[in-house]
Structures are given as structure tokens and as C-alpha cells.
């Protein structure tokens, strides 16, 4: 479980306790601990099987595959695949390969609504850029939605890691973008549920990850 969980769970039972001593309510109890049990379920961080096929490329996050797009990056042509997270997702957010992270940028922005697909660009987010062991290029975007208000990376410039390994969180509904090569063979399509970690989005023509 992510630390927050427990925080916020303990603030409720707090209230809930204050709410008991001053009004002695039932109803008026349960709320913040019926809260504080949510929370505690919201910030939930399962186990995954990492695939280990060369060259996968993994969801970085639980949700709804909402698009799969060519975009031009730097004049290039890029495959862009989004996934779109509601509340009842898991919000831990995992490494799409394995690689360096050469780049990690956050960007003020709106709180446009995450099926928007202007929210790429306009919302607030994180953007990581990994350079994978074999020297090809993937980025992950962490994008805040309608109701996100905080987007934590938990991984320094210059730091390596694995395939699957966890970044980060997007707190409440969210998005994330992962910009491939594109030679990138893509494995999934708009509608498909994918899971943190363990889905396979694309598979890269590489040598030597493992």
C-alpha cells in the first residue's frame, strides 16, 4: 500500500473520533470512516508478474487503452498510446521498460477531463524520458485529469530502472501517455483493459534487454 493510504486513513479516524466525543452521532462517524477505508482501498499496491519477453513494453498504469495514434515528434513519426485511469483504478505507476531515465520534466497546466484528448499537451503533467538498454527511446507521460491534483515521480535523473518497476502515482482519474518508436509493434487497441506492469502494449525490434 502507498504510504498516502495510511495517512489520510488516519486522519479520518481521527475525525471520526473528535466527531464521537463531541456529538456522540453514529452517522456523522461512519462518514470519515467509511473515507477512511476508501482511501485505504484507493491507494492499494498489487504485486504484478513483469513480463519478460524482449523488447515488451508495459503499461505503466491500470485503465482503458482510449487511443492509439501516430504523432510526429521532432519532425519523426512516433506511435502514441493512451490509457485512461478512473477512481476505482489502481494509481501506482510503473516503468513501460527497462532503461535510464534521461529526461524528467513537469509541466504546470489545466485540469482538462483525461478522455480529452487535448489533455496530452494542455493538462498538468510529468513527462519521463527513458532511454532503453539498447539505446532506443521511449517517453512516459504522467497526466493530471478533471480531479488529479498531484502527480509524484519518485525517480531522479540519471537513475536506472527495470522493466515494471514502480515511478510513481497519479492521485484520483487521471491519464498516461507512452510515445513509442515507430518500429514499435503495437499489441493492443482502443478499448482494451490493461493492467500496471504487467500488460504488454507493444513489443520493440531489440537486442540485449532483459
Not at 92 to 113: M, Q
Request: with cysteine; aromatic share 8%.
Amino acid at each position: 500500500m502507498v504510504r498516502d493510504g495510511i495517512y489520510y486513513a488516519l486522519a479520518l479516524v481521527a475525525v471520526a473520533v473528535l466527531l464521537g466525543n463531541w456529538t456522540g452521532s453514529l452517522p456523522l462517524i461512519l462518514v470519515p470512516l467509511l473515507l477512511a477505508v476508501f482511501f485505504l482501498w484507493f491507494f492499494r499496491d498489487p504485486e504484478r508478474a513483469i513480463p519478460t519477453t524482449p523488447g515488451a513494453i508495459v503499461s505503466p498504469a491500470d485503465g482503458k487503452v482510449t487511443g492509439v495514434t501516430t504523432i510526429q515528434v521532432a519532425g519523426e513519426p512516433r506511435t502514441s498510446i493512451s490509457i485512461f485511469l478512473n477512481v476505482f483504478n489502481v494509481h501506482v505507476n510503473r516503468s513501460p521498460a527497462a532503461g535510464v531515465i534521461t529526461g524528467a520534466e513537469y509541466r504546470r497546466g489545466k485540469y482538462l477531463n483525461a478522455m480529452n484528448p487535448a489533455s496530452a499537451e494542455l493538462n498538468e503533467q510529468h513527462i519521463c524520458t527513458l532511454r532503453m538498454l539498447d539505446g532506443q527511446i521511449v517517453v512516459f507521460k504522467q497526466i493530471a485529469g478533471l480531479l488529479a491534483r498531484r502527480i509524484v515521480f519518485s525517480r531522479e535523473l540519471g537513475a536506472h530502472v527495470a522493466r515494471g518497476e514502480r515511478i510513481g502515482l497519479i492521485k484520483f482519474g487521471s491519464r498516461c501517455d507512452v510515445i513509442l518508436p515507430a518500429s514499435a509493434q503495437i499489441q493492443v487497441q482502443p478499448g482494451d483493459i490493461v493492467k500496471c506492469g504487467s500488460s504488454t502494449l507493444a513489443i520493440l525490434p531489440t537486442q540485449g534487454e532483459s
